[in-house]
Structures are given as C-alpha cells and as structure tokens.
C-alpha cells in the first residue's frame, strides 16, 4: 500500500490550461503539504493543511489553490498555467511536532511541464 | 523564520570510503526534529535518519550517522562504507513548531566505482 499517493506522475500541458494534481495519504496523519522542486532541485514549501485547515500559504501565486476535501486528500489545482510552473510537485504528510518517530512522507511527484 | 544551509552542492566519494554532508540550521525554537532525506535519480523522497533535538545521542542508522551539535546547529551526515546506491541527492530538513519541515538546497553525492 503506497502510503502517499499523488497523481498523475506526469503531466504536459499548454500555457493557458488549468490543471489539478491529486494526492491522498493513508496513514492518518494531521498535516498534508504541497512542496514545488525546481530544476534546481531547491524544494520549496507552498502551502500546508493540518485537519483540512490551511496553517501555511508561502509566497505562491493565487492561481495555485489547494483543496482538502478532508485530511486525507490535498489536492492541487493550477490555473492559467505559465511556462514557470514547469517543475516537480510533491505531496508529504506528517504527524504533528513531538508524535512518537515524527517524519515526512512523500508522494513519488508530479513532473509538470507547461509548453 | 527558519533556515537550513547545506554548504556543499556537491561531493564525491570512491566506494568503500567515507563521506562528511554538512548542514547547519537556525532557529530560536528548543522543540524541533532534523532530518537527512535522499533522492536519487527515481525522484522518490527517502528518510536516511531522524534526530530529535531534545536528544543528546547522535542517530544511527546501519552505515548512517549523524553528528549534532545543538549549540552550533550543525547536523552533518556521516556515510560509512559508501555503496554506488548511495549516489543521490541529500536534502537537510529542520522541522519545528511552525509545523513546516524546510529543507535545504541539497548537495549532490556522487560514489565513484
């Protein structure tokens, strides 16, 4: 069982589109994040839930929105996609600070290209 | 705001030896966790080791160690015996009481045959 799950593993699309990606953790931790990698392999923080709430919102362009149906699920919707974006987005979750063996899970990313 | 610093964008290593991965970190926090992540060439995001600030015994993990030095906030990564399957990048992460886990830059580790 894959414990955080993202999809799809890649995505090409046109500048213009909108596009979500998905992601979905079974290991019922609290807190889901939404981490960009660019081509500099530089992983940066974009927004974190913690029981479906939003307790951090980095810097990101308003047409990056996250959804959390429920703690489960965080997912990722772009609008008006621009070359920039092009990057790997992870998804992770975590117990909260102090659980016993506190860690970060990851998703396997999500490769999107804009063209 | 917290920061992590990996000084190192890259290193390389012959098989067998053994390799130093710097890292240091601020932070006013007293409660928090630093963690070595790997990424190699699949992409994946794969925990190496964990310490607990609180913890004065470094972590060990088979050939991975750490050496924490609280007071400096240094975490650096000692690999021991380097296999070519440790060629990856190796990300630094600090983790705290903002609940947001922020890495550093990375350095990129090479086990040269």
């Known amino acids: 069982d894959t414990a955080v799950s993202q999809t799809p593993k890649y995505l090409v699309t046109q500048m213009g589109n909108d596009k979500s990606i998905k992601c979905e953790q079974n290991?019922?931790?609290?807190?889901m994040y939404w981490y960009k990698q660019d081509s500099k392999k530089f992983l940066k923080i974009m927004f974190s839930y913690n029981n479906k709430e939003l307790i951090i919102n980095e810097t990101v362009p308003n047409r990056f929105s996250p959804k959390s149906p429920d703690k489960a699920h965080l997912n990722l919707h772009i609008n008006s996609l621009e070359l920039g974006d092009s990057a790997v987005y992870f998804c992770a979750s975590s117990q909260e600070l102090g659980a016993l063996n506190t860690e970060a899970f990851f998703g396997q990313g999500t490769r999107l290209t804009v063209v | 705001a917290q920061t992590v610093t990996q000084s190192q964008p890259e290193m390389s290593v012959q098989e067998a030896e053994t390799v130093t991965l710097s890292c240091t970190y601020d932070?006013?926090?007293?409660?928090?966790?630093l963690f070595w992540y790997k990424q190699p060439p699949s992409r994946q995001m794969i925990l190496v080791i964990r310490q607990e600030a609180y913890k004065q015994q470094n972590a060990t993990e088979n050939r991975f160690s750490v050496n924490f030095q609280k007071a400096a906030k240094s975490f650096s990564l000692k690999i021991s015996d380097s296999q070519l399957g440790d060629t990856a990048m190796y990300f630094c992460?600090?983790?705290?009481?903002?609940?947001?886990?922020?890495f550093g830059k990375g350095t990129k580790l090479t086990v040269n045959p």
């Open positions: 992460a600090f983790f705290g009481g903002s609940e947001k886990l922020v």
């Open positions: 290991l019922g931790h609290d807190t």
């Open positions: 932070t006013s926090e007293n409660n928090y966790y």
